[in-house]
């Protein structure tokens, strides 16, 4: 079976490499339990500062909000695309019963941290769960090797959309589905990305590439991908995520500017979800792709 070329050393783009490398990241006090992501706060109290638990918390419920788009989950073999320090990939496997996990990153000192973090993990489901180096273009696999796909905050990094899109609907078996979360620009305005990049350093640097959602969505379509839906879901992470900002952050400092860029349409927080058609009459081959809503 056709595999990626991901099985050598996959190239970084510099600010990846000391991001999640040197500098790791994930150590920072933004960030904290294992995780890397903006978080998901629906349902946090806004009247009060949050604290470390609330910050866990959301993060751990922004990996609770893709996973439920990949329903049903039990018993399936899942990838991770992006899986940095494995804290995502064990919910996948402790709450939602997938019989194989398998977390993939560009940075093997992200998987030298995962596979550290994890060790009882891996010791006590050696047959359930596995850290793998590779890059969201160009996956170590063959095809049809995963029932299921999700990337978290991850794509904001990939430097090729259509790519990945390829490699996801490759290693995806006929009937699979797809999940990425991860911060877009929500339109085609030529101005947007010279506009995230006065407002944020991580664009301004290059860690961040301002893709587009309908990039994404067309790049999924054009892979065979179906049922392609993109849904904002901003409203759950800029305001909290500035928030939890503001407990160590001064107004007017840099990151600070997530909120006012999705406050002036400039940025969005997007969930995007894809189906691998089954063939043989599976009524969700003939959905049509959607825009973002």
Sequence with gaps: MAQGSGAGQPA??????????????????????????????????PDRPPN??????SQREMYRHVLATLAPTEGLRTLEVGCGLGAGAAVALEEYGFAHVTGMDI???????????????????????????GAAESMPFDDGSFDRLYSIE??????????????????????????????????ADPARPDRLAELLDTFATGLDVAHTVPDLVDSLRDAGLTSVRATSIGASVWPGWDRWLAT?????????????????GSLDYYTITAHRPAGNGDPSDNQQSSQPT
């Design 12 to 45: 970084m783009f510099p600010a990846v490499r000391e991001a999640y490398g040197p500098a790791d990241l994930g150590s920072k006090p933004l960030f904290g339990g294992g995780f890397i992501n903006f978080g998901h706060w629906e349902g946090a109290d």
């Design 52 to 57: 470390d638990a609330d910050r866990v918390r």
């Design 107 to 133: 940075h093997p000192e992200q998987l030298a941290r995962a596979e550290r973090r994890n060790s009882p993990l891996l010791e006590g489901s050696s047959e359930r769960l596995r850290f793998v180096r």
């Design 154 to 187: 991850a794509a904001q990094h990939f430097r090729d959309l259509g790519a990945f899109a390829r490699e996801a609907a490759r290693v995806l078996r006929p009937g699979g589905r797809a999940a990425v979360a991860s911060f877009f620009v929500p339109d």
């Design 248 to 264: 160590m952050w001064e107004p007017g400092t840099w990151p600070r500017n997530f909120l006012r860029a999705f406050d002036e």
